[in-house]
Nanobody, 123 residues
Framework: VQLQASGGGLVQAGGSLRLSCSAP????????MGWFRQAPGMEREFVAA????????YYADSVKDRFLISRDNAKNTVALQMNSLKPEDTAVYFC?????????????????WGQGTQVTVSS
């Protein structure tokens, strides 16, 4: 499954961005989909994940109450609404999935990755 992430850009602190992830021509199947991010010189870290039915979500503490993950299985897309952005949110954001086993917070649990989209938050 080849994943495509889009929606990144440059935004001022306090602003919002909406990222989208799709798998053209394929389906996500029934696995968990996730978003991770990687800042320069840093490890790739977990941001958020969502189960197949959308009722189970996971968030990193650093983004909880600011970011919202959602999915539309009919359209085969996963979105990450990012509000109240901070300079420390600056990173390349990757969508990943599907995950069928292992921790939703662990990048090792995800089978496929998108190419990443750059998010830059200016102060």
């Amino acid at each position: 499954v080849q994943l495509q992430a889009s929606g990144g850009g440059l935004v001022q602190a306090g602003g919002s961005l909406r990222l989208s992830c799709s798998a053209p021509g394929r389906t996500f199947s029934n696995g968990t989909m996730g978003w991770f991010r990687q800042a320069p010189g840093m490890e790739r870290e977990f941001v958020a994940a969502i189960g197949w039915y959308g009722s189970t979500t996971y968030y990193a503490d650093s983004v909880k109450d600011r970011f919202l993950i959602s999915r539309d299985n009919a359209k085969n897309t996963v979105a990450l609404q990012m509000n109240s952005l901070k300079p420390e949110d600056t990173a390349v954001y990757f969508c990943a999935g599907p995950r069928y086993r292992g921790s939703a917070y662990s990048k090792q649990s995800y089978d496929y990755w998108g190419q990443g989209t750059q998010v830059t938050v200016s102060s």
